[in-house]
């Protein structure tokens, strides 16, 4: 069956008073689709299901044969965008039609699949600020977005993935649009004068695969800042660490800047691009390409999608698929004579504190904590509410407690 790509109302009204065309996206169902761009192609896109075969052997398609879309997503909710990405990445052919997914989003911490959120940032805090935390389907390092960081996601078949591509289209809108100098550096970070507008991750599947970066506009950096704190504590842990760098936004550099405009530089940048090839076709390479188009990411546009973003929003993929550590944290109780220095211990799998217990410093013993806490989610929270029980028992009593178990 076909889904019709829909708009409501008001963006609909929107388009046709500026003169834009509304065109027709083929994908597992079909929709309208507007192109407020006037160098938009009427052609309709195709993003039919792919077959087991083409999953396999993918085709080796000519350049001249690659259309390219930009999709704006409409929706401002990580969740929302996390599974938009992830719907065209599992469901969309992407062998005859490079896709460029723009999208921004209320203010949030992702982190990527592999990391510990715990030690990239001050979950409870962020809780109490307001501030949504995600977990990512792609590597990488934690990010902190608003609506002053523009995300891009470049979609192609896993044999036409090329990130220095893909990272030389936004220096090079950055440089046409106003006059911004910016590099790529080793770890394929975007760079101006050594600080960073821009992180980078990627997700290489079979047909599919995609390219994710960040663009710092004019993101509220104390709000980054205070978002990629973490809870003052030990963590021992395999997860992958972020690499923390200087940051700068592009507006530091040039006041100037707005995401808006941001989005329509880099998106006309890709569409003048050759497919595979970093040569400027001008506006007769643009004229040939299907253009900019508003994405709705609802059920009626992307059916499956509100399951996918349901998996990205529980506990169980946010929480519970940190890899497994260890948190330590000093505790010091006081006694009649002297006080006496502890370490607090929780193992935690799963996202689920299993053990927790208490040793002296400098040694392997370990006493059992005995809590109704065990077996809870951990966070920042239930650890302070062990630490200040753990500070109402006495030197003594833990003395006593340590010779017993001796």
Known sequence: MSLLLRRNSSQLRLLLASGSKITRLASTDSSDVGEPS??????PPTAAKLSNRQRQTPPAVPDAEIKKSVFISQSNDIFTNLALEDWLYKNFDFGHHHVLLLWANDPCVVIGRHQNPF?????SQLVERGITLARRNSGGGAVYHDRGNLNCTFFTPRERYDRKYNLNIVTRALFREWAIKAEINERDDIVIRNKKISGTAAKLGHPNSYHHCTILASANKLHL???????PANYISRATASVPSPIRNLV???????????LSAVGYEYLRTVATALEDGGNAQTMQQRGFQLINPTEKWFPGIEELRSNYS???WVIGKTPKFTVEKDLELKGDEQGMRLKLTVEVDAGLMKEIGIKLPHSDETVPVVTPLQGKAYNEQNLNGIMGALKLVSASNVKQAMNGSG
């Open 38 to 43: 006037s160098s938009a192609s009427a052609v």
């Open 119 to 123: 030690t990239e940032a001050n979950v």
């Open 225 to 231: 800042g205070e978002s990629l704190v973490k809870e």
């Open 252 to 262: 530091d550099v040039n006041p100037n800047v707005n995401v808006s405009q941001l």
């Open 314 to 316: 529980s506990w169980d």
